[in-house]
Every structure is written in C-alpha cells, then in structure tokens.
C-alpha cells in the first residue's frame, strides 16, 4: 500500500526547491500527497527561488540551478497545489482563557480535537513542513500545526521540517509541560551564518523585514537541550539529520536528501542518520 503525505506549505511564500525536491521523491515512490496551507489559500513560490541568477546573500552564490528553476515554476503554474486542505478548517482553534464558560469550552474543544486528529492520524503516515521564509509568519507559531505535530509524535508517525519549517517543532508543545519535542533530539536547519543581514522577504506583506525576527538556530539549540543537539554543519554542502522521529533539513540543496530519508524511515525503520 503507497505512503500518505500530508505536506505543510505557508500562504507567505515557500522556497521552491524545498517543495520541489522531496515531492518528486514522493511521487517516484508512488507516494500520495495531499497539500494543506494555515487557512486553505494556494501557496505560492517565492520570486527568488524561482530565479537561477539570484544570488544568496549569505552564501555569495546562486543557489538556484536552471533546472530546478524550471521544475519549480512548473509546479507553482501547475494546478496541484489548488484547494489545500485548510488548517483552520481542519484543526479547531483553543479558547483564550478569558472565554466565558471557559471550562465548557475547553472541554469541547478537546471532543473536536480529538475526532479531528483521528481523522487525520488514520489519513497520512508521515508529515511534512516545507521551507522557505513564509513558515516564519504562519508557520511557527500556529497553534493548529502544533498540535499535528503533537499528534503524529504521539501516534509514532514521522515529521520532516525543512529550513524554517523546522521552527515548528521547537515550538510545539504539551501546555501541560511546556517541555519542547525537540529536548534531547539532535537537528539541524537554519544556522546563523544563513540567516540574511537584510531583505528577508515574504509574499503579501510590502516591507522588508531585515534580518529573520528570530535566529532559528538558538532557539533550537535551546530546544534540544543538553541531552540534544543542533547540528549546523556550515562548510558542509548537505545538512540532513534523522533523529526518529524527526527529519530535519538544514536549507534549499538538502530537499532531495531529505526527501529520500523520509522514505527510508517509513520503508526500512531508520532512526539515526547524520550526528
């Protein structure tokens, strides 16, 4: 029976190759894919990493090549990213503490979570949160893709993060504990030396953010904790770290790699690889 993918994109922009590359190791596998955004709007490709000639500012180079240009703005023209499944329709939305009858509305709040996730825990095998920008904004700290990510981790399913998609999984935690998933995990994703000094850009909003609002690597180096570990791996040209169940991808080259690990974890049990 073919895997399920459930494959995570912002509705602020994602990075081309990142979608690109693990997809096409997807569909060789004659895995089923299904796309979902925050609120259900079409995702779309940032201009960027759909221009070979654009040069990445930390690394001084193109990071683009004419063929995977190609492939992306073939994908982001086609129509298989119309009609995600929304998030938000999808996943019901925590009360504030502050709602009248809170007590009431908690408790119903769990009922319809629990069916949901059910619902998508018996539809997918494993998770995917796609990278670029775009996840900074709506991404990482949306509480309903927390709590997928709560739920595949209790169900044993594995999650895949890529660049700034890993951000989510440091952020998504049981209240009960406020601990990170990550604590004791090693994982890689977006170390400073990446992060731009300025022109971080998203899709929708008209100004320029400067740097990232928050530097992905400290905050995942305090996620893991001293058990853990991030693993930036700079000077090295892929960055790809399985720690079951998570697979975390450094940035934009290690999508195909990353791709190709998830499915060694869901066919042949891996549970270790980089660190």
């Not at 992306?72 to 009858?101: C, K, Q, W």
């Not at 570990?229 to 399985?242: P, Q, Y």
Request: glycine fraction near 10%; charge should be negative; proline fraction near 8%.
């Amino acid at each position: 029976m073919s895997k399920r993918i459930l494959m995570v994109l912002s509705e602020y922009g994602y990075w081309a190759e990142e979608l690109v590359g693990p997809l096409e190791v997807f569909d060789a596998r004659g895995y089923r894919t299904t796309f979902a955004t925050p609120t259900g709007k079409r995702a779309r490709a940032l201009p960027p990493s759909l221009d070979p000639e654009y040069v990445d500012p930390p690394l001084g180079r193109t990071v683009t090549t004419p063929d995977m240009a190609r492939r992306g703005r073939e994908l982001d023209e086609s129509n298989r990213l119309d009609n995600p499944l929304s998030l938000a329709d999808l996943i019901p939305e925590r009360p504030y503490y502050s709602a009248i009858n809170h007590l009431r509305a908690l408790e119903e709040y769990h009922r319809r979570l629990d069916e949901a996730l059910e619902g998508v825990l018996s539809s997918f095998d494993a998770l995917v949160i796609v990278g670029g920008s775009g996840p900074i904004v709506d991404l990482a700290n949306n509480e309903r893709l927390h709590e997928l990510i709560l739920a595949f981790v209790a169900a044993d399913k594995p999650i895949l993060g890529e660049c700034y998609g890993v951000a989510p999984l440091a952020f998504a935690r049981d209240l009960e504990t406020r601990t990170s998933l990550l604590w004791g995990k090693h994982v890689t994703g977006h170390p400073k030396e990446y992060d731009y000094k300025d022109g971080t850009g998203f899709l929708g909003v008209e100004f320029n953010m400067g740097p990232p609002p928050y530097p992905l690597e400290y905050i995942l180096r305090d996620a893991t904790g001293p058990d853990g570990g991030f693993h930036g791996n700079v000077g090295k040209e892929l960055s790809v770290i399985v720690d079951y169940p998570f697979v975390t991808a450094r940035s934009t080259p290690d999508s195909t790699l990353a791709g190709e690990l998830l499915v060694e974890v869901l066919e042949n049990g891996l549970r270790r690889y980089g660190w």
